[in-house]
DNA sequence: CCTATAATCAAAAACGTTTGCAAGGTTTAT
DNA sequence: ATAAACCTTGCAAACGTTTTTGATTATAGG
């Protein structure tokens, strides 16, 4: 059996309260017996309860992290930065993947809830009822979204300037001459992507000579990529350039392009977003719209944090972090 | 205030021991009572507390998985495999980066002790003092190792067949006609990493013609890669055949020898260990060693909960994956 | 020297469950 | 008909902490 507070106060000969109070360094306690109390729990390895302790203090010192697929590079840089700061912060995290299902997210909250953890970090990617997001709004645990959500509900959130990320994609595009232009993206519906693509084909909408580009939507990884590469390629064989709403995506583009036949960038440039760390070692260099994954899984479990300090009620912070473009070499101009 | 056991039995005119066999299904309740607990509690939108069941059952439902660092890919793998397995059985997995350090790894354990975890999954990659090594024998939790340990003590293992990895790579390069081979491998007593190089060093010496590959030790990722890399180039420019013990490392690897101006395969082969997703699209893609990821972290945690089922002392359990070779285009014939 | 105040600690209640035990009531078997 | 077995339920004791309240002692001020 493991040993509790009740041995070390039976065995240093003061009341459990005394030692609790000695072992969190509260106020009231005479420092001999603080000394001895210590003394005692090193000596028989006394290690504290902490379902005990959440039961009373009705916090679990738990954070969890709910993602489509941690397998997702984007999501394991976020789920890093985010582990990261509860750790220094001596929080737990606990992982769930969500596979964008909306039922299953909702049983992982269902779930958390039961557990009492103090708060929880997702890319609620999938499409709510509304009777989900009021089941959601009412946990009573903060929670901070990883994409923006419709303004009305009383989420956090925090993410990177998706829309901008598309104008600088378009600019960039339009730019080195291409006007035969592809784009694409997640499944509806998926809030971040969503605004990539607006900003996008509104920038090209915008241009001197606007451009309207040919939107495809898909699976957000690999093979989504290269299914719809595939499928562009049956449809419009003359596009020149391809921006890709994630880089997982644009990897399995170029997969699909280079089994096609074409040569990148000289036939046809890519472009992604998110540039994750591999984006450097696929060949060509891919360039691509950097976003701070790290930096937003830290800082959504700060907000977190912050959130679960203050009691009930608290109005939801919003955070958007900068993008910015990265040029390598899977893009290069065009004279038409 | 959440709603309690108790407020469903005051509104059920019950018993709370009765609500909770009723809601548990035991055995024991009239099947009268118990449509009308579960009515009430539906009614009452009834959560129960797992932190206070868990309290008196003494177990959690959490399991924990602490791995260097879940950005490495071949770690989300395992994490997914390991977290959908853990769902499946409604345990909820919390995630730990250790980043190789050793004492980190131990904090880790110990909260994760005062939490109560009911099984802990790791790559104990650190090399663990003796006192280390009992002290986490003691836990009373049962730990799976993601890597071969010393006989001796009494963690149960679950890996890939390491050794014989190596031992195909060696074959592979020796038969293409590779006899100036170099071997790039992680941090020394890096458990599976030792074992990729005893079988490929052995299987080297053991050939027809003996070759004596260099070693060289590193970070296990793609900096390290491409750091082992360069300095390979410095110190033996004449290899024609790299084995990294990564996939990671190989991807590193391939960017510094393209930097240096070698063309893959032509002028030097490489192949990896891990068969991760990416290296289909590195340019050229990756020979590599498959070993299956997803199946080790999903083994590992049923291993987990089978221990975890039984009381106290159990035998340890020892698993070893097959891996085979997947053959790309990293590698090419050697005419020498 | 006496009282008011502060410091230290013990006692006990609470947190929300599960579970062993016993008390009823109801069926079954003799 | 009665004892034995059984089913259903309530009662209360855990589980290991924190926290409130109150008592005892030491300290200080006059």
Redesign the pocket.
Known sequence: ??I???DVARES??????V??A??GEY???S???ELVLAVAERLQY???RV??G???GRSHTLALVVSDIRNPFFAEVARGAEDAAYASDYDLVLCNSDLDAEKQLRYVESLMEKRVDGILMNSVAELSKKQVEQLSNVGVPIVLLNRAAPRNAFSTICADNDAGGVLAAEYLWKLGHRKIAHLTGPRHHGNMTERANGFVRALSEARKPVKPVVLHGKNNFQGGMELAQKLLAQHEDVTAIFAASDMMAFGAIRALMEAGKRIPEDVSVIGFDNVELSTIVNPPLTTIHQPKYEIGQAAVEILLRLAGRGEHQAPEHRVFGVHLIERRSCMERKS
């Open positions: 059996m493991a509790t507070i009740k000969g003061v009341n459990v309260s005394t609790s109070r072992l969190n009231g306690v005479h001999d017996t603080r290690r504290p309860n005990a302790r039961l009373v203090t």
